[in-house]
């Protein structure tokens, strides 16, 4: 399970996850099992290192969505998608390569 998946996990099971220091901390109604608790200590490098993370990384958000370009012309499916994760209605051409972007976006 990587940090991202076990971050969703966890906060789909009403546990919420801050970063305070270097220590995790968790709230939540959730008693998690001591697997659970096991797994999220061995993860816990790679959840400080997603939780520390700036927010906004342009580079990773046009990646993000390059990849699901690609996966939608695999299937077959029209549907493209901005980097801020909306579905894009134009493609602008941006380092010699099509990108797309939303109304929002484009402004």
Same mark, same amino acid.
């Not at 099971?13 to 220590?23: A, I, N, Y």
């Not at 695999?74 to 579905?87: A, I, S």
């Not at 939303?102 to 402004?107: N, T, Y």
């Given at each position: 399970?990587?940090?991202? *998946? ?8 009403? %546990?919420? #996850? $801050?970063?305070?220091?270097? !220590?995790?901390?968790? +709230?939540?109604?959730?008693?998690? !099992?001591?697997?659970? %608790?096991? &797994?999220?200590?061995?993860? @816990?490098?790679?959840? #400080?290192a $997603?939780?520390? *993370? =700036? ?8 990646? $993000?969505?390059?990849? @699901? /370009?690609?996966?939608?012309? &695999?299937?077959?499916? +029209?549907? &493209? ?7 894009? $209605?134009?493609?602008?051409?941006i380092? /010699?390569? =099509? ?7 484009? &402004?």
């Open positions: 399970m990587s940090a991202a *998946r076990a971050l969703d996990w966890l906060h789909s099971h009403g %546990v919420t #996850v $801050e970063l305070d220091g270097g !220590s995790l901390r968790l +709230t939540g109604d959730t008693d998690l !099992s001591p697997a659970i %608790v096991a &797994r999220i200590r061995e993860l @816990k490098p790679l959840i #400080v $997603e939780l520390s *993370r =700036p927010l906004f990384d342009p580079d990773r958000l046009q990646a $993000e969505a390059d990849r @699901k /370009n690609a996966q939608a012309i &695999r299937e077959g499916r +029209t549907d &493209r998608f901005c980097r801020c994760g909306h579905l894009a $209605e134009a493609e602008r051409i380092d /010699n390569r =099509p990108t797309w972007r939303c109304d929002e976006c484009r &402004r």
